[in-house]
C-alpha cells in the first residue's frame, strides 16, 4: 500500500468545498441546522489515531517497556490511517463548503451559528487528516540495517 499524498487530499477538499458551496445556494433555507456532535467526536478520532501512532512507532522501534506489534496490526493500522484521511479530507471539504456560504450570512442568528459550528467542525476534521497522516508515517517498515550493509 503507498502512502497518502497530500496533493490528492488537498484536491479532494478544494472539490467538495466547491461542490459544498454550489449545492447550498438553493437548498441552504430548508436544511435543518448543523449539529455540533462532529467536533468532539473527530478531535476523538483524531486524538485516538495520533496516540496510536506514537504507540505503534515505538513498538516498531522496540523501544523499552514495549511489547512486539503484530504486523498484521501495523497492517490494520495503516488501513485506517489511510480511510480516515481521506474521509476527514471529504467532511473537511463538507464543512469548509458550509463555512464559506453562512459567512455570507452572519447577520443572521442561524446561519452565524452554522458558520461557527461548521468553522469548528471544518479544523478537527483538518486535524484529523494530520494525525492520520502521522498515524500513516508511524506504521513504515523500518529499514533494516542487515540491508544497508550489503
Same mark, same amino acid.
Given at each position: 500500500?503507498?502512502?497518502?499524498?497530500?496533493?490528492?487530499?488537498?484536491?479532494?477538499?478544494?472539490?467538495?468545498?466547491?461542490?459544498?458551496?454550489?449545492?447550498?445556494?438553493?437548498?441552504?433555507?430548508?436544511?435543518?441546522?448543523? *449539529?455540533? %456532535?462532529?467536533?468532539?467526536?473527530? #478531535? =476523538?478520532? /483524531?486524538?485516538?489515531? $495520533?496516540?496510536?501512532?506514537?504507540?505503534?512507532? +515505538?513498538?516498531?522501534?522496540?523501544? *523499552?517497556? %514495549?511489547?512486539?506489534?503484530?504486523? #498484521? =496490526?501495523? /497492517?490494520?493500522?495503516? $488501513?485506517?490511517?489511510?480511510?480516515?484521511?481521506? +474521509?476527514?479530507?471529504?467532511?473537511?471539504?463538507?464543512?469548509?463548503?458550509?463555512?464559506?456560504?453562512?459567512?455570507?450570512?452572519?447577520?443572521?442568528?442561524?446561519?452565524?451559528?452554522?458558520?461557527?459550528?461548521?468553522?469548528?467542525?471544518?479544523?478537527?476534521?483538518?486535524?484529523?487528516?494530520?494525525?492520520?497522516?502521522?498515524?500513516?508515517?508511524?506504521?513504515?517498515?523500518?529499514?533494516?540495517?542487515?540491508?544497508?550493509?550489503?
Amino acid at each position: 500500500m503507498k502512502p497518502s499524498r497530500p496533493g490528492v487530499l488537498v484536491g479532494l477538499f478544494i472539490v467538495v468545498t466547491i461542490l459544498t458551496w454550489a449545492l447550498l445556494k438553493p437548498l441552504y433555507v430548508s436544511l435543518p441546522t448543523v *449539529p455540533w %456532535t462532529a467536533i468532539p467526536t473527530v #478531535l =476523538a478520532l /483524531a486524538i485516538g489515531e $495520533a496516540y496510536s501512532g506514537w504507540m505503534t512507532k +515505538a513498538r516498531i522501534e522496540r523501544r *523499552p517497556d %514495549t511489547k512486539p506489534v503484530d504486523p #498484521l =496490526a501495523v /497492517a490494520r493500522l495503516a $488501513a485506517l490511517a489511510k480511510a480516515s484521511a481521506y +474521509a476527514g479530507a471529504v467532511f473537511a471539504g463538507l464543512f469548509a463548503g458550509f463555512t464559506l456560504y453562512t459567512a455570507e450570512l452572519l447577520d443572521q442568528r442561524v446561519p452565524r451559528q452554522d458558520f461557527f459550528i461548521t468553522g469548528g467542525s471544518m479544523l478537527v476534521c483538518v486535524l484529523l487528516v494530520c494525525a492520520a497522516l502521522y498515524l500513516e508515517y508511524c506504521c513504515k517498515v523500518p529499514k533494516d540495517s542487515a540491508d544497508d550493509d550489503r
